[in-house]
């Protein structure tokens, strides 16, 4: 049964950064593409980042330059470094299996809240 448990989300003021984390269990995780997504309020669930098993990354254009997706296969952990947030990037942040050419697949965690004051 696959397992998906964020973290690390909080209150930020704009200009900062956090660290969020998802650690994967039940799947052979370095077989998998990944992904983070998010869901601000009143908004439909968008992508923010993938990375394929072997570590190439893509972003959406709101993050690119400022966020940072990265694995580590050992530890079957997927992690999103979040720098210079801005009040729009408020949203509960998800991790999903799957990659960037395909629909996000049915597995979700219970998310992580970040929230950027201005």
């Known amino acids: 049964q696959v397992q998906l448990v964020e973290s690390g989300g909080g209150l930020v003021q704009a200009g900062g950064s956090l660290r969020l984390s998802c650690a994967a269990s039940?799947?052979?995780?370095?077989?998998?593409?990944m992904a983070w997504y998010r869901q601000a309020p009143g908004k439909q669930r968008e992508p923010v980042a993938f990375?394929?098993?072997?570590?190439?990354?893509n972003y959406a254009e709101a993050v690119k330059g400022r966020f940072t997706i990265s694995r580590d296969n050992t530890k079957k952990m997927v992690y999103l470094q979040m720098n210079n947030l801005k009040p729009e990037d408020t949203a509960v942040y998800y991790c999903?299996?799957?990659?960037?050419?395909?629909?996000?697949?049915?597995?979700w965690g219970q998310g992580t809240q970040v929230t950027v004051s201005s």
């Open positions: 039940g799947m052979p995780f370095s077989f998998y593409d």
């Open positions: 990375i394929t098993r072997g570590s190439t990354t």
């Open positions: 999903n299996v799957g990659g960037s050419s395909s629909p996000p697949s049915r597995y």
